[in-house]
């Protein structure tokens, strides 16, 4: 996997324009100027890697757009050793973003067997390395981990999923697009056993999480 000194500069590019765009944490646009996005799309799709847009990818999916990477992360308000739920793996991008990060303890969930098999193969291959990369499904989360300190979903969610609520450790902070055509962009922070905050952040638009019909 090759990492020319086009693809760096195309990244620094990349950072600029989302400082422009309002991302302010250092640690976060750090993240995006390391990890090169395009080992993460489709070959007839390289060209446009850097382009602040989201792109196809396998199982009818997307990777999403680095701003939207970015914004969700940032929300995030990470602190090293947290440990960090992903719901919906996808291209693998977010999850190499987290990993980017300095000392997290990352989990991914992916519920298409297509994606998660190709991705996690290309976790292999890159030397990436999150604690877990799960089949099943994210409407779930992963309580025999819980509780976290962040939990991130990748995908437009209908309702916020009760068990994702539940894994949150106090303080922690669930970043979810809720919404079933658009979703609006929400933050939950566990303040108590029973209580939580929460603040939206505005409109995006994901491809649907899907969960388990039976």
């Given at each position: 996997m090759t990492d020319s000194t086009k693809h760096q500069g195309?990244?620094?590019?990349?950072v600029k324009l989302l400082e422009e765009k309002g991302i302010q944490n250092k640690e976060v646009l750090t993240a995006v100027g390391t990890v090169p996005r395009h080992w993460f799309m489709d070959a007839g799709l390289e060209e446009?890697?850097?382009?602040?847009?989201?792109y196809p990818i396998a199982?009818?999916?997307?990777?999403?757009?680095?701003?939207?990477?970015?914004?969700q992360t940032q929300l995030l308000e990470l602190q090293k050793g947290d440990k960090v739920l992903e719901i919906g793996?996808?291209?693998?991008?977010?999850?190499?973003?987290?990993l980017a990060l300095d000392g997290l303890k990352v989990y991914t969930i992916e519920r298409q067997q297509q994606l998660f098999k190709k991705t996690a193969l290309l976790f292999k291959k890159l030397r990436l390395q999150p604690k877990k990369v799960i089949f099943g499904d994210g409407y779930q989360g992963l309580p025999e981990q819980a509780p976290f300190e962040a939990i991130l979903v990748t995908a437009g969610a209908p309702e916020?999923?009760?068990?994702?609520?539940?894994?949150?450790?106090?303080?922690?902070?669930?970043?979810?697009?809720?919404?079933d055509k658009d979703q609006i962009m929400t933050r939950y922070i566990r303040t108590g056993e029973k209580s939580f905050d929460r603040k939206t952040f505005g409109d995006f638009r994901f491809v649907p999480l899907l969960k388990d019909k039976n």
């Open positions: 195309q990244r620094r590019q990349l446009y890697s850097y382009a602040d847009k989201a199982a009818n999916q997307t990777i999403s757009q680095p701003y939207t990477v970015a914004f793996t996808g291209s693998g991008y977010q999850t190499a973003i987290l916020v999923p009760k068990a994702l609520l539940e894994q949150l450790a106090i303080g922690g902070r669930l970043v979810i697009p809720v919404g």
